[in-house]
């Protein structure tokens, strides 16, 4: 699909939430999410790296920008540039050691900086709050209500994911392509294999700084949660959902999960027992995820009207 096509859907996609939701918090967080998303997609559907360490640079994301507000008072830009970048850091240092592994190997690695992560941060109550989290991240004036914090949201969002665009549709985006259909055959035409995964999972953590940092001030709060596994194996969920190998999917991934979890939480109180059904259900039914899904009842769709059309010239020429 083209840039343009693909980053029209995405502009409706932000311009649609608020008319079809009545909160603002909500329709946030699947921006954030699908920012999180997006970051895992460039690992996973355009490198082939499966990493379950997202939550690192996610918490790191929420952390920096908490304590930049919090304790240093510094101007929110300046905050939010230290959230990504304290993100791409941590990409960088989580990159350097993993992709020094394949397969199996590479993903114990990520998890257990994962883990090591979760700890620190457990065990730095003086710095990240411990269990308690950092509270009372402030936000500017100008983005007093909920649909306000939304604009901005979206704003990130989209740039955000031209620059994407912009990356995987370069030299650089067929290149991690190539590395992920065939990494020997790569490395055999001379690509350096470590300085594109490196730079990959750099620009995967600065996207999820990113959206750490704006989910710190979505809820006021950097809480011990967002540097938990759990957080690493929800963004590759909603990755996995949305399908890999387009930006787009990742949008969906997280429309589909944060509004389906949203819904649910109302039905029942165990919840995640009828989300882990349904995502048991996707899982099984569509391995290419709602993309995948989308692409196959397009091209279902285009291939009947040619036939329909053709049919009245072929009875004619029997006539």
Known sequence: MPKKITFLLALVVALVLPLVLRSGSLASEVLIYALAALGCNLLLGYTGLLSFGQGIFFGLGSYTIAILLTRLSLPMPLALLAAVAMGALGAAVVGWVAIRQRGTYFVMLTLAFAQMFYFVAYTASGLTGGDNGLLDVPRPAFMDTPWKYYAFVAVMFLIAFGLLLRVTDSVFGRTLLAIRDNEDRAAAVGYDLKRFKLLAFVISGAVTGLAGGLHAMMTGIAPLSNAEYHTSEMILVITVIGGTGNLFASVLGSAFYV?????????????????????????????????????????????????????????????
């Open 259 to 319: 509004l389906l979890a949203d819904w649910l939480s109302t039905l029942w109180p165990r919840w995640l027992l009828l989300l882990g059904l349904m995502l048991i259900a996707v899982s099984i039914g569509m391995q290419r995820g709602l993309w995948g899904l989308g692409e196959s009842a397009w091209r279902r769709v285009f291939r009947k009207v040619p036939a329909a059309a053709k049919a009245p010239a072929v009875q004619g020429e029997q006539a």
